[in-house]
């Protein structure tokens, strides 16, 4: 569970309010510009049929092509689908990009199914979708539950559906296929630049770079490799299943290798073992939580011991315990900003795609780097001229945008009276 679409929308509203921005200007994203609810019937391996509910939600497209992932998750729902397209509405105008936000989700748990099953599932999603789905009108990429292979099984259906190659139809694929290697690691070492960009600001890891990492999946791996080759030192890292402690710094092949093994964290050789959820109040500089949302809620915020937190999961922090945190003195790099890299690569992909000019890999991760420490000064900027957090800067930046977007469109696009 994350942030729900009226708390995400107070932050907007609020963030609106501090830049000036008339409020009856979001009117016209209200509500999401449509969600679409399918059913998702699929033979099983043994025979039977099963049926599963899916949704994609196209909240807004004033800066363009709706974009964002697909999650295969057993607790998603229509609501979270929302909420999420919302988050990657704020995203998209945060980062400048030309995309506006959206969100699928597929109810089911992909480790219980084959590897069959879900190729029927994800391809029965496109062939539902496919007259929504398009690459100059909503383009997928992965999230919790897909990944490379299930973007190319999309492109592949879409493709048979629309008689026609379309590489930019999905970003996320295997590099083969169109997609960038570099997609794989954008969301941790976009994290990483952010850190780094504003660590400065914050007077983080000068003298203590020690972190704790909650989550060693796709984001929470690719950032810990970034930050403990420039020098800082993960000392406790968990998953859903563990945590793994060293005081003078985890060994991340060994982490590796036990995740290799089919273990936890927890299992790493060198490393002491602990409950999962002890990781919240480990002391460290820099708690990273990347793994699920509201982990730091007003029932654990008292046990936090660190000086910052970087949100690398989606709204990992609930809007109570931002409010403590705040009074506690413990800054927050919001999501929206920390996260962003992933989508910012899906648009060099996309481009990619759409001109047929392949980009060097070492060309997508300088660009990488170069946004994302230029999108961090940007919200620090706003932080100081509004005298107030991250968290709401990065909100601000976003709704200027916007605004600018609802206004310059709005005489066309939005007065259908
Ligand atoms: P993932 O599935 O690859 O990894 C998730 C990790 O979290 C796993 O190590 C899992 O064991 C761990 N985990 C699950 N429950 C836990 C618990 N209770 N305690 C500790 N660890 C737990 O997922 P991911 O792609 O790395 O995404 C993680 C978060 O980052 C999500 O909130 C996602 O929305 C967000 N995010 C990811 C991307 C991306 O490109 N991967 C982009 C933007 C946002």
Known sequence: MGDTISELRERLLEAAGTIGAEEALFEVQKYPRETISVSLPIRRDDGRMQTFKAWRCRYDD?????????RIHPDVDSDEVRALAFLMT???????????GAKGGIEADPRALSEAERERMVRAFTERLAWVI????????????TGPMEMAWIADEWGAIHSRHARHVVTGKPPVLGGLAARDTATGRGAYHVLEALRGTLGLGDGDRRIALQGYGNGGRAFARAAVAAGWRLVAVADSRGMALAEGGLDLDALDAAKAAGNSVAAADGARAAPADAILGIDCALLVPAALGHQVHTGTVGALDCRAILE???????????????????AVIPDILANAGGVFVSWLEWQQGRSGMPLAEAEAERLLAEAMRDRARAVATMADRLDTGLRRAAYAVAAERLVEGIRARGACAYARS
């Open 62 to 70: 004033t800066l363009g092509p709706t974009k964002g992932g697909i």
């Open 90 to 100: 704020v995203k998209c105008a945060l980062m400048g990009l030309p995309f506006g």
């Open 134 to 145: 398009g690459p100059e009108r909503d383009i997928p990429a992965p999230d919790m539950g």
């Open 312 to 330: 690398i999961a989606n709204g990992p922090v609930s809007p109570d315990a931002d409010i403590a945190l705040r009074e506690r003195g413990i």
